[in-house]
């Protein structure tokens, strides 16, 4: 059973042409520990995944190694495929907060949008939290996400009224 249907408010929130293609999302109030629950899941859940920093291609870290580098360092990234079409790309930039990002121009359809509500929530699962997904550059409100007190991915952007 899915989470969200494509064909209801989800379609138009998901579109790439409203308001930018790289929608963020945060888990606030995460440690290192939380960071490397999230490499052990990658790793668990067989997701594919390549680890950068900068142009070089390394070995998956462990969370502590890749949060304690030096502030002049450059941020590595992490892509994770939960599936082969769908991408989200995650930042080491702070160890109280998970950040990354996806593509709606890969969450298009229902059977996207399963793989991104199973991705969200595995997370959320894991970790135990809330994972919202805010409008790109991030913004006050988010759009939908893995609600942890109800164990669902459910829309929580609520349109203004007429």
Partial sequence: ?????????????????EGGCLPDVFVAGTTTAD?????????RRGWAHEYREGDTVLPLPRAE????????????????????EVCAIFRFLSDEEIDFDVDLRE????????????????????????VPLYPEGGGT???LGYDAAADRVRVLWTPPGP
């Fill in 1 to 17: 059973m899915t989470d969200l249907a494509w064909d209801d408010l989800t379609a138009w929130l998901l579109d790439p042409s």
């Fill in 35 to 43: 960071w490397q629950a999230v490499l052990d899941l990658v790793e």
């Fill in 65 to 84: 190694a890749v949060l304690s580098r030096p502030d002049d360092a450059e941020c590595p990234s992490l892509l994770v495929r939960p599936s082969p």
């Fill in 107 to 130: 969450l298009q359809g229902q059977e996207r949008l399963d793989v991104l509500c199973d991705f969200l929530s595995a997370i959320g699962r894991r970790l135990g939290k809330s």
């Fill in 141 to 143: 409100e988010p759009l």
